[in-house]
């Protein structure tokens, strides 16, 4: 929806970002009646779930509790959609709780479009109702400030460069890493905290900005037995083909890798479309991680869910060890650093699909994949690589409540344990699961209990009116492994949209709602009105 060059807009509520939780915001602030302005710069909306191409991690326990309402809808609209467009066989549309991908990493796994659709509908009645303003190809570039308030924003459109300022009385940003942060001037952390400052057990010994999960830039492959699809060489397939990790057991391009959890050498399988009846599956995080048996680990679509012949092949979505990313920080390191970084990232990926198409170990004794064929169609862009990078990590806000090892690790808290927030206003559940870093640490993978998520870590010290809303609340580089995930940055955008609209009715502060406790409980059933869980019944951690 374009806007003139330099034409300012007002609104009541401006989100930059379009992710899984700049959209959980807008729709919070919509029907709570308000005007949100809600930017994206890709083409698609929805994040995680579709330009990066990540099918849901999830706690194991989603099927019946630990989400929001709003978490839920989407799920459930996604099922739907499949049950209605998609050949289904019968034992498999009548199934509750069909996972479409029958992958082992999620009770949903799905394809991205299917989520974008969905979420798109979602949206489309606040749209048609002229409360909502969707600007793709638009990112923040400028942030206008007036002491510790953020009266306005300039975005600009990325295909022209075309700019407008638009200013919002609340401004949240669910940028994927935290944009509005650094435009903002506001006081935020990066990279790795030193373990003096939180005395977090598997924190480094000194401060390292630039230590940043790696990203990894995912794809879609179907395979088709005696075709051939290869691709031609990647630049950089030379390197990546002899590089070797000084914590990895063998070559990155190989199927032997560390256990995160155990970090012992383990082989992965890969057998393409393998005659297993995928109603079998089981996707249980808890009693297995999934990741041993790649093409199965992400799968997206499952074949033998529907009628005969009417797909020649599973789809499955490459988020693997295999493509990880680390050798440049997204984030701190510049503007040349950032673009190389998501540049060769894009070649590891694209040198992993060369390598399983030419040299990869197959069962049968022979080596390379050529009928793999890579899905541009899924991911919606011409090189079938995702739109954007998964991003892991974020900057965070230097919080009213920071949240760390001590509040979630079972070796720390028990099984049973965990930080109980007086200002609650969601919960999640994920074990922490760091991947290896720009710093050169391996996998930190550890279990963890299901947690809280506290108000008081959605809002920054000292700014009064911009409001995170994804993976850059008051987290650490240790803790934001455990609340990064799809239904936890979820519920974070859909209580700040929800807080942001609160604070424009009853005319005050969010700082307010978390330090009064008459103001926290007002704000709190509106959460549980909107159906926003706040506190788990009583479940074991893994």
Not at 277 to 298: H, I, M, N, T, Y
Not at 378 to 400: C, F, H, N, P, Q
Request: with cysteine; glycine share 10%.
């Amino acid at each position: 929806m374009p806007i003139p060059t330099g034409t300012p807009t007002d609104t009541d509520v401006l989100v930059t970002g379009a992710g899984t939780g700049g959209v959980a915001a807008a729709l919070a602030a919509c029907r709570a009646g308000r005007t949100v302005v809600l930017t994206e710069e890709t083409d698609w909306i929805g994040g995680q779930l579709t330009a990066q191409a990540v099918p849901p991690d999830e706690h194991p326990w989603v099927e019946q509790f630990g989400v929001t309402a709003g978490y839920r809808a989407l799920r459930e609209g996604i099922r739907a959609y499949y049950r209605q467009w998609y050949p289904l066989r019968a034992e498999a549309r009548d199934l509750p709780p069909l996972n479409p991908g029958a992958g082992r990493v999620s009770k949903l796994c799905h394809e991205p479009r299917v989520a974008l659709t969905v979420l798109e509908s979602m949206l489309a009645p606040h749209i048609a109702a002229g409360r909502l303003t969707v600007l793709t190809h638009t990112r923040p570039v400028a942030a206008h400030t007036d002491g510790d308030v953020l009266r306005a924003v300039t975005v600009e459109d990325v295909r022209d460069g075309a700019r407008h300022t638009v200013a919002a009385p609340y401004v949240l940003d669910a940028t994927e890493t935290g944009e509005l942060l650094e435009l903002a001037g506001v006081e935020h952390a990066v990279g790795a905290e030193a373990r003096s400052e939180y005395d977090e057990p598997h924190a480094p010994d000194t401060a390292d900005p630039l230590n940043q999960q790696g990203i990894t830039v995912c794809f879609a492959l179907s395979h088709h037995e005696g075709e051939n699809h290869t691709i031609d060489r990647p630049a950089d397939y030379g390197f990546w083909r002899s590089y070797r990790p000084d914590f990895w057991p063998g070559p990155l391009l190989g199927f032997l890798a560390p256990d995160p959890r155990s970090l012992a050498p383990v082989p992965r399988t890969f057998v393409p479309n393998p005659d297993v009846d995928p109603l079998r599956v089981d996707a249980d995080q808890s009693a297995d991680a999934g990741d041993k048996e790649l093409w199965g680990f992400r799968r997206i679509l499952a074949r033998a869910l529907h009628r005969p012949g009417a797909f020649d092949s599973d789809i499955t979505l490459v988020n693997w060890p295999l493509n990880d990313y680390w050798l440049k920080p997204l984030i701190g390191g510049g503007e040349e650093t950032s673009r190389a970084a998501v540049e060769e990232a894009r070649q590891l990926s694209l040198s992993v699909l060369y390598w399983l198409q030419t040299e990869a170990p197959r069962t049968d004794g022979g080596t390379g994949f050529p009928g793999l064929r890579l899905r541009p169609d899924v991911t919606g862009t011409t090189d079938g690589l995702a739109k954007a990078a998964y991003v892991r990590e974020s900057r965070r806000i230097k919080a009213v409540t920071t949240v760390t090892e001590h509040d979630v690790a079972i070796d720390l808290v028990g099984p049973y344990g965990g930080t109980r927030h007086r200002d609650s206003v969601g919960v999640g559940g994920y074990r922490i699961d760091l991947h290896p870093s720009t710093g050169g640490d391996t996998y930190i993978d550890i279990g963890s209990v299901p947690f809280e998520i506290p108000l008081g870590a959605l809002l920054p010290r000292r700014m009064r009116n911009l409001l995170p809303a994804g993976k850059n609340i008051g987290t650490t580089h240790i803790t934001n492994g455990c609340y990064r995930l799809h239904p936890v940055e979820w519920n974070i955008g859909e209580v700040a949209g929800a807080l942001a609209a609160h604070c424009l009715e009853e005319g005050v502060r969010p700082h307010q709602v978390q330090e009064e406790d008459k103001r926290l409980e007002e704000f709190t059933r509106v959460l549980d009105r909107a159906g926003v869980q706040r506190h788990w019944p009583d479940v074991r951690g893994y």
